[in-house]
């Protein structure tokens, strides 16, 4: 039976929908989530794509997912880009939907987009703690599923570095089959193993 919530958190620890869970430590740009498994040729009803970097440039560093892209027929053909940036320089969070240019989030959130069942929206979150700063949190409503990107900011200012953590809600009411990272396909099998 699937679970009702799907995640990559971390470096990424990934759980699917069937409560399998692993580490990715393939980098690059793949597939979180493909509705359905299989395409036929056809558009993905939902396609969540995420781009996992190293830390830093060493071989055994840790990689966090830094980039996250949502599209398919069930957001309307709309392509939504997620990319990671500490609200305190000058490349913060940023949104872009479409080929629209890229916007931030507002102090009292920011509504992306809200169009035939689809919501894009965001919010600022306040730390208490002079190591972490504020940071933002973006949900992704597509009828029963909502993508919930949150993002960490290590550190302050200039010295910080930003990372995203990426939840999926509602694929247990999902009638089609599940594809990608999240999916019951043994993706684990391709995940990569950490260097010697």
């Known amino acids: 039976a699937p679970t009702s919530d799907t995640h990559a958190i971390g470096d990424p ?3 699917n929908v069937v409560g399998d869970t692993f580490d990715l430590w393939r980098t ?3 597939n979180f989530l493909q509705i359905p498994l299989h395409l036929a040729g056809e558009e993905p009803r939902l396609l969540l794509r995420g781009n996992v970097e190293r830390y830093w440039g060493d071989q055994c560093a840790p990689a966090f997912l830094q980039e996250v892209s949502v599209s398919g027929r069930r957001l309307n053909r709309r392509t939504v880009f997620i990319k990671s940036g500490s609200l305190e320089t000058a490349w913060p969070f940023s949104v872009k939907v479409d080929s629209a240019p890229s916007k931030t989030i507002e102090p009292d959130g920011t509504l992306f987009l809200a169009e035939h069942g689809c919501e894009v929206r965001g919010e600022i979150s306040s730390s208490n703690s002079d190591e972490w700063g504020p940071d933002a949190r973006l949900f992704v409503r597509v009828g029963n599923v ?8 290590e550190g302050r200012m200039a010295d910080s570095r930003s990372m995203l953590d990426l939840t999926v809600h509602g694929l247990d009411r999902e009638e089609q089959s599940i594809g990608g990272w999240f999916g019951s396909n043994n993706g684990w099998l391709d995940a990569g193993k950490a260097p010697d």
Not at 146 to 153: A, E, G, L, R
Request: proline letters at 0%; zero cysteines; a negative charge.
């Open 28 to 30: 690059g740009w793949s």
């Open 13 to 15: 620890d990934i759980q």
């Open 146 to 153: 909502t993508i919930d990107v949150v993002q960490h900011t």
